[in-house]
């Protein structure tokens, strides 16, 4: 059974390949889709990937909010389609308010890339399945707007609703501010109430091959083309 | 005909600010003293050809909640030139 997953390049995005990369390894049929397409070819599942689409004009996923290729996308979310925004992917969701809130520039107003302690809140998700409640993970971030924000309202609902997918936390024996950019909550990802649409700021596809001494992120992979696999064998 | 519209964009009120923040950080550093609340936005100046000036209002408040500003975290102030 195909487990066809379909990656989204904007002209700006740079983390395509790894993410590609990371679903082949788990056994998908990884798909490079142009953001001019209109259509995602079966995909079962849509990635889109880090990275500076349109160069972060105006807000970062502000213009690539209006690519051709994100009424496909947004048709696939509402039929109940898995989609995953890492990064300016995540950007790119919020803005096409496919998840709610917004993400700023971090709060100490510089771009910040190193590895961060983020703890799994969620398993019954698409993309974390092989993950446990409350596992803590450390994967790399890098990105200049992560700082999660929303409303008193929304912050509720997302506590209602059990949707922050995951939270930047303390991990003892560490000196570095444990949220790297001042989000709320310490949130560094959010889902829809049925864990079908996901975005987070980490970045799990460059943490994803045992020969870069961790491959703790590509269980996200795995996770993803399993839940594709079993909804197509349904 | 052809009217100036000029759209100031600034974070919301309450939001934090760390452009600003850094902004007032260093005209404090420079000597201006007295300042408080400095905020960075963005100001974008749009010639729409309309009618009215109030056809041309409401294109830019349309152009503002769509694309513009976000809703979410920014507020927007539209004004009529010459």
């Known amino acids: 059974m195909s487990a066809r997953v379909a990656v989204v390049r904007f002209p700006g995005s740079n983390c395509e390949t790894e993410s590609l990369a990371a679903v082949e390894r788990a056994g998908g049929d990884a798909r490079l889709i142009d953001y001019r397409d209109t259509d995602l070819h079966g995909a079962a599942a849509v990635i889109l990937p880090g990275g500076f689409a349109y160069g972060d004009y105006l807000r970062s996923g502000a213009i690539a909010r209006f690519s051709p290729i994100m009424a496909a996308v947004r048709a696939h979310a509402a039929a109940g389609g898995v989609v995953l925004g890492i990064c300016n992917g995540f950007q790119i969701l919020c803005e096409a308010r496919l998840l709610p809130g917004a993400l700023l520039h971090n709060a100490q107003q510089r771009f910040v890339a190193r590895p961060v302690d983020v703890r799994i809140e969620r398993n019954d998700t698409a993309c974390t399945a092989d993950y446990r409640v409350g596992e803590v993970i450390r994967i790399p971030v890098a990105h200049g707007e992560g700082r999660f924000v929303a409303s008193p309202d929304v912050l509720t609902q997302l506590d209602r609703d059990n949707c922050v997918l995951m939270r930047y936390v303390q991990v003892d024996g560490t000196d570095v501010p444990h949220n790297p950019n001042g989000s709320t909550d310490d949130i560094a990802g959010i889902c829809n109430a049925a864990g079908t649409v996901l975005g987070f700021m980490p970045h799990p596809e460059r943490l994803a091959d045992a020969s870069l001494g961790s491959d703790v992120g590509q269980r996200f992979f795995t996770s993803l083309v399993k839940r594709v696999v079993t909804r197509a064998a349904a | ?82």
């Not at chain 2, 005909?1 to 850094?22: E, F, S, T």
């Not at chain 2, 209002?57 to 975290?73: S, Y």
């Open chain 2, 1 to 82: 005909m052809k009217i100036r519209v000029h759209v100031r964009i600034v974070p919301r009120q309450g939001l934090l600010d760390p452009q600003g923040q850094a902004v007032e950080h260093a005209l404090g550093a420079l000597g201006f003293d007295g300042m408080q609340d400095v905020r960075v936005g963005k100001a974008i100046e749009l010639h729409i050809e309309a009618a009215s000036a109030a056809v041309a209002r409401a294109t830019a408040e349309r152009m503002c909640e769509q694309l513009l500003a976000n809703p979410v975290t920014e507020d927007f102030a539209i004004e009529i030139g010459a």
